[in-house]
Nanobody, 118 residues
Framework: VQLQASGGGLVQPGGSLRLSCVVS????????MTWYRQAPGKQRELVAT???????NYSQSVKGRFTISRDSNRNTVFLQMNSLEPEDTADYYC?????????????WGQGTQVTVSS
């Protein structure tokens, strides 16, 4: 499974960005798609997850501001980020977890950088 993330950039506080993650396989076969982020000097943290059944989960720090969604026709997962804060500055990574040969496999895309600054 290959993942291609895009959509990062520089935005002012209070602004919005939409990240995209294109998946090389049928996204309906992926058990869970997740966005993580890693700020400079900090550990990578989970931001939002969407399961194959469409169930979503968010970290407390982004709940109500970020929305994870998917487009099965385009094999793409999105992260809509609104009301961005400087604390959201980080490299954002998409992650796929799916079963292959009876074992749960994990795949990472490259990061896309988000900078929130005035």
């Amino acid at each position: 499974v290959q993942l291609q993330a895009s959509g990062g950039g520089l935005v002012q506080p209070g602004g919005s960005l939409r990240l995209s993650c294109v998946v090389s396989e049928d996204i309906s076969t992926i058990t869970a798609m997740t966005w993580y982020r890693q700020a400079p000097g900090k550990q990578r943290e989970l931001v939002a997850t969407i399961s194959s059944g469409g169930v979503t989960n968010y970290s407390q720090s982004v709940k109500g501001r970020f929305t994870i969604s998917r487009d099965s026709n385009r094999n793409t997962v999105f992260l809509q980020m609104n009301s961005l804060e400087p604390e959201d500055t980080a490299d954002y990574y998409c992650h796929a977890a799916t079963f292959r040969s009876g074992a749960l496999q994990a795949y990472w895309g490259q990061g896309t950088q988000v900078t929130v600054s005035s």
